[in-house]
């Protein structure tokens, strides 16, 4: 049976505009600017302790999964058929993940509460999943013209609220600031509405600026087929859909967030492989022109050259360590922790008390290898990283048949590069979105599938 057979069984008819324009609002403005307007600071945590503990949890972000989830089951969600139809050795591994990746956090972890709420967000990551790849089942097409729509929308009034919120900070509390608020001044590195850390943003802005990438690489196309429909998007008129490029290159270039370039690289590589050159040459002969006044202009914005805000720190960079912001040294002493709980890990989370850098705990190892085996030992992370790797090989299989889905594949690989280096695969908003770029992708499978017994 093939994907889209499902749906008409079940008697779903969802609009694929609306598919899109709704994934993106919710995934790209809605979730995104509700958590700018709760979590807002200066400082590394929240003055209220129950407001930090939301956003540590990503409170926000599951509540719109639960919502997705809910949706999903009123309009024929049936999780046994879905699990039913993945591969036999996909459905082992399925198993004893969820039998095994919860336990040190419920018997190891000195923060039971903190670590189990971490695992019940990953149940509904992949609730979440489901339900988006059966609701995705449904459209004949993904119009992802639609989905960025929603993505750019959030770009904009999380600019506009960042600007507010530091319009708001004096100049002189600006010059006290420090790393982590040292010494009692404000911490710039966290003052993100939303987010928490500014370098989180700036690897959202990459996540988006790929997927902006993908539609830009393959504009001309789409634009022919969008004449043929009645609905259009601001996104398929090339001096809009490049100054929409210019802000996302320009805020990621502001946050001097490298892994988000790193990632945007990659995906490009990716769009080479999967779709051969750009449909329109004005991405290789226009675009560079926007993206290099972006970065221009966001390098003499303030506080750029100020702490986190910026990319290299060249008196201290004498390592490859010191050039990495101290990664290798939070990746030795998180697998030396690892390494005493080999099996089934210290906890989730508890690298926010079992290593330190500098003094400093930080709440995930910023790689998510390194994360899993600490968090859950080797047993979990086994099958964990055959689901990823499995799942993630058929996207791009899938992708180089369907190339509309280009913009999707895009985004999602330079969410997995960043998860390298950065918190992708800990954090609730990027978990959400690379789930969500996994099931759309997975949704559009349309070879024919044997039985499964």
Avoid: K
Avoid at 130 to 152: C, Q, W
């Amino acid at each position: 049976m093939t994907s889209s057979a499902i749906p008409a069984r079940l008697g779903i008819r969802i609009a694929t505009f609306e598919f899109g324009r709704w994934t993106g609002l919710v995934a790209g403005f809605i979730l995104p600017l509700i958590a700018a307007v709760l979590f807002r600071t200066y400082h590394v945590a929240l003055a209220s302790s129950g407001l930090e503990s939301m956003r540590q949890l990503g409170l926000v972000y599951l509540a719109g999964e639960i919502t997705v989830v809910l949706y999903a089951r009123r309009h024929g969600l049936d999780l046994a058929r879905i699990v039913r139809g993945l591969p036999h050795w996909a459905r082992t591994a399925l198993l004893f993940f969820l039998a095994t990746f919860w336990i040190s956090s419920a018997v190891a972890s000195q923060m039971v509460p903190f670590s189990l709420g971490l695992c019940l967000g990953w149940i509904v990551h992949l609730l979440f999943a489901a339900s988006l790849y059966h609701l995705a089942s449904s459209v004949r097409e993904i119009d992802t013209n639609a989905i960025a729509g929603g993505f750019v929308a959030g770009l904009f009034g999380m600019t506009a609220l960042t600007v507010v919120h530091f319009a708001a900070v004096s100049t002189a509390l600006l010059g006290q600031a420090s790393d982590f608020g040292r010494g009692g001044g404000i911490d710039l590195g966290s003052a993100i509405p939303g987010f928490i850390s500014s370098r989180l943003f700036g690897s959202w802005c990459g996540a988006v600026l790929a997927l902006l990438t993908g539609i830009a690489w393959q504009r001309d196309a789409a634009a022919r087929n969008a004449g043929r429909t009645a609905r259009t998007s601001s996104t398929e008129h090339p001096t809009a859909l490049y100054a929409m490029l210019a802000l996302a290159f320009g805020l990621t270039v502001w946050t001097a967030t490298r892994a988000a370039l790193m990632g945007w690289g990659i995906s490009m590589v990716t769009a080479w492989f999967l779709a051969g050159r750009p449909a329109s040459r004005t991405v290789w002969t226009r675009l560079p022109f926007y993206l290099v006044a972006a970065g221009a202009i966001a390098l003499l914005l303030p506080p750029y050259g100020n702490g986190p805000f910026t990319f290299f720190r060249w008196a201290g960079a004498t390592s490859t360590d010191a050039a990495t912001s101290g990664r290798l040294t939070l990746w030795a002493r998180a697998l030396h922790v690892a390494a005493e709980y080999p099996l089934l890990g210290s906890g989730a989370g508890s690298s926010w008390w079992l290593v330190s850098l500098d003094g400093f705990y930080h709440v995930q190892p910023h790689n998510a290898v390194v994360q899993f085996l600490l968090n859950w030992g080797l047993i979990p992370t086994i099958p964990a990283l055959a689901l990823l790797l499995g799942a993630t090989w058929h996207a791009h299989c899938i992708a180089r048949r369907h190339r509309g889905l280009l913009p999707v594949i895009l985004m999602l690989d330079c969410l997995l590069s960043m998860s390298l280096f950065d918190g992708m695969l800990h954090f609730a908003q990027f978990v959400m979105l690379i789930f969500g770029c996994l099931a759309i992708c997975l949704a559009r499978d349309d070879r024919p599938r044997a039985p499964h017994i």
